[in-house]
């Protein structure tokens, strides 16, 4: 059968089972849009082109597969920049397609010409050029096995114009992938697989450190089993949650700069910890030196180069989570842990003083509030995709995820302007899902265009703009650190429920705590996206806080109510 | 100094891939070479970076992230040889010429020109014995060099050979893409 370039690239995608691309057309991809138009796939036009990585980003994290995104050469693809460095810092795997100037154009600045496998090789976890037309089948099927094999991650495929053009054979069985013949490593050291597990059956105070690679790895069921069977606590990472449900009397919830404060004093008193499927960023350890000292540790890990690079173990396994535990568990003896998790529960302290819920009503709207009410409305049902900053900090603090995929965030690369974009990669993702988008007004500003995108294709997100009118984490940094000079952090923005109007967005204005609710209801009873504005408290922080560079155990507590940790009365 | 063995792809831009992580890991590179092997398709480097034990590991398991990486080995610790070849053109005239030409036997190097005003000196071997000639022959006036940087080879039995492509055709199947 003869093809175009163009043809094949999506007769290679339907065969993948691509049904989703989100993309913008230009000159240099024009062949392929114009193949698109007589596929099967459905093209979803983004308003920008950093709104299509994020939406395959979303798309991908809300299932597990890959996510695809295009854009034509030169600025199509430098805007895609942001969105690939997001998912690679995640380990997200998104695929993505450029259009390239002709291959005898290549290196001759020609129009809207850009080196963009260049730019963009250490932010993808592979990147080809493509240029004939009888190449392009094969090198998309391998990249759909890069991004989605081992530690998963974007891959990058540039595509000339003249490649697109050509027609050439096509034969599906031809084109198998043939990715280079490399050395598969023997990881398993049965002298460390030991170690852990006389360690494991040893430790009178362990914690878990449970990240991102749990759900990767699909290892849900078999990561709960592990708990149940050695009695461990579980601290989550901000990507790790959902890995363990967090309503679990054995989850701890997040670790970290503003994890809980009981969850970093366990860590600082732990005398083992277990870290699986996580990589020890500083936004977790804080400083390094004073980390955990008395615990021995143990990394449970795919991928080899993070052994060892910012915590030094004293046993590593090399592999996948789930396998790994797998192989773990028949040696694990089940243990009593009752006083090390007694004195936690202590640390805790009594929930029900902690409970914003039972503060009194002084007519103040919280960003906590607001959020708690939103798990209590939703049952902790909803896909919540969040921005970044303040109201990402009291997401991962007040909406309790019991379900893997669920939260959808931009952790490594903290990408402002990442939720509304990811939600829709989501809602194509999992239709059904009920998908809400909590961002702060900062971060809404950045891709706020892209509610054309949900209009035009009529699809049904709430969103919830935590609105405080400030760039709040910066501020709150600027509060604690620089004498609350706040430079460049005070936001206008414009009047969000009338800017969504102008969309054809239903758009409300919420300001006290009583409409929080109804409002929620409200969103979630209609079939159109709607988007409410919510007027919290201008100055208020996210608490406990461990600066950067501080000891975890060194945490900036509320002032007049550390069991409160947010939300107290000014 | 640690040494890093690697077999790559032998197709453009793998070099610049391989330069590019070791900037990222902020790792200066003392020297990098790379060549053909008896498989066309495969180019052996031979990488020596300023870099601790623990800089290696992770510069050895991050290079075989790399797609067109197929192997990275740190081969410090073993039992290998280590070459540098460097041509050297000193100022020499018919009085020191043969001063010089003793000196040049003493290290084993090979004389490969010779003009009124100069000669060019070919040697081969470890660093250290390049550098100790290099230091002897200053005084006459080093007026060009050029070297190749270093390759490696582990002794004896200790083989360190590119997998073939049989032995993973198994991952070469197309993964699937997200459904609801």
């Known amino acids: 059968m003869k093809l175009t370039g163009a043809q094949i690239l999506c007769e290679t995608l339907e065969h993948l089972g691509v049904r989703h691309i989100f993309g913008y057309p230009g000159g ?68 993505c397609i450029t259009g390239q100037v002709g291959s005898k154009f290549l290196g001759s600045d020609a129009f809207q010409e850009v080196d963009i496998t260049g730019i963009t090789m250490p932010i993808t976890k592979h990147n080809v050029v493509v240029t004939k037309a009888e190449d392009i089948a094969r090198t998309v099927r391998e990249a759909f096995i890069i991004a989605n094999s081992g530690r998963p991650g974007p891959v990058l495929v540039d595509i000339t114009k003249d490649a ?81 449900p967090a309503t679990d009397p054995m989850n701890l919830g997040m670790m970290g700069m503003h994890g809980e404060a009981w969850v970093n004093t366990a860590i600082q008193e732990a005398d083992l910890l277990l870290a699986v499927g996580m990589r020890f ?10 980390y955990a000292r008395n615990a021995r540790k143990i990394h449970i890990e795919i991928d080899r180069a993070e052994i060892n690079k910012n915590v030094k173990v004293d046993a ?25 998790l007694a004195h936690i529960k202590e640390l805790k302290g009594d929930s029900a003083v902690r409970d914003i819920q039972s503060l009194p009503d002084s007519g103040h709207l919280y960003a906590a509030h607001v959020i708690n009410d939103l798990w209590k409305v939703t049952e902790g049902g909803a ?16 909406y309790h995820h019991d379900q893997p995929r669920t939260l959808i965030t931009s952790g490594g690369l903290g990408t402002m302007g990442f939720a509304l974009p990811a939600a829709i990669g989501a809602k194509f993702a999992r239709p059904d899902a009920e998908v809400w988008v909590v961002v702060g007004d900062g971060g809404f500003q950045m891709t706020m265009c892209e509610l054309a995108t949900i209009v035009q294709e009529k699809i049904k997100i709430n969103i919830a703009i935590i609105n405080n009118g400030y760039l709040g984490m ?26 969504a109007n102008a969309f054809g967005i239903r758009g409300e204005r919420v300001t006290t705590r009583k409409e929080v609710v109804p409002m929620i209801e409200s ?16 100055e208020d922080s996210v608490y406990p806080m461990v600066p950067a560079g501080a000891s975890l155990h060194e945490m900036i507590r509320r002032p007049n109510n550390p069991l409160v940790e947010t939300a107290s009365e000014p | 100094m640690q040494t890093i063995v690697a077999y790559v792809e032998n197709k453009p831009g793998v070099l610049n891939r391989v330069a590019s992580l070791t900037r990222r890991l902020a790792i200066n590179i003392d020297s990098l070479t790379v060549g053909p092997t008896e498989n066309e398709e495969i180019a052996r480097m031979t990488i020596c970076a300023h870099t601790d034990e623990n ?76 550098d100790g000639l290099l230091e002897v022959l200053r005084p006459f006036g080093v007026l060009e060099m050029a070297r190749t940087g270093r390759i490696a080879m582990t002794r004896g039995g200790d083989l360190l050979r590119p997998p073939t492509a049989a032995s993973n055709s198994s991952k070469d199947k197309d993964s699937a893409p997200a459904s609801s």
């Open chain 2, 55 to 130: 800089g290696a590991r992770r510069l050895e398991a991050s290079l075989e992230k790399l797609v067109d990486v197929l192997v990275a080995e740190n081969i410090s610790d073993r039992s290998m040889l280590e070459r540098d070849l460097a041509l050297i053109k000193v100022a020499a005239d018919q009085q020191n010429r043969p001063h010089l030409m003793e000196l040049i036997k003493v290290f084993r190097g090979r004389v490969v020109d010779v003009a009124p005003e100069s000669l060019i000196v070919e040697v081969s071997g470890t660093v250290d014995k390049i």
């Open chain 1, 474 to 499: 910066v501020r709150q940094w600027q509060e604690f650190f620089y004498d609350k000079r706040y430079v460049a952090t005070p936001l206008v923005a414009p009047d969000f429920a009338a800017l």
């Open chain 1, 28 to 95: 240099a991809i024009l062949p392929v849009y114009d193949a698109i138009g007589k596929s099967k796939l459905h093209h979803i036009l983004v308003r920008h082109e950093q709104g299509a990585t994020h939406m395959a980003d979303g798309y991908a994290r809300a299932t597990g597969g890959v996510g695809v995104a295009m854009a034509t050469s030169g600025p199509g693809a430098t805007n895609m920049v942001t969105g690939i460095a997001t998912a690679m810092l995640d380990s997200s795997p998104v695929v």
């Open chain 1, 281 to 290: 960023d500083d936004r977790v350890t804080g400083d390094l030196r004073t």
């Open chain 1, 523 to 538: 969103a979630r009873g209609t079939e159109q996206a709607v988007l409410l504005d919510f007027r919290v408290e201008q």
């Open chain 1, 316 to 340: 590593a396994i090399i592999g996948d989570a789930g396998e790994t535990l797998a192989n773990l568990l028949p040696h694990i003896h089940e243990r009593d842990h009752s006083a090390w």
């Open chain 1, 164 to 244: 697109q053009q050509a027609t050439t054979d096509f034969d599906w069985d031809a084109t198998a992938p043939k990715l280079p013949p490399k050395r598969i490593r023997n990881n398993h050291n049965q002298e460390q697989f030991d170690r852990a597990v006389e360690l494991l059956n040893s430790a009178k105070r362990p914690v878990i450190l449970a990240g991102r690679g749990i759900m990767l790895s699909g290892a849900m069921r078999t990561f709960e089993q592990f708990v149940r069977t050695s009695n461990i606590p579980v601290a989550m990472t901000l990507l790790g949650i959902g890995c363990f």
């Open chain 1, 383 to 398: 896909i919540v995709v969040t921005d970044v900053g303040q109201h990402q900090m009291w997401e991962a603090q007040y």
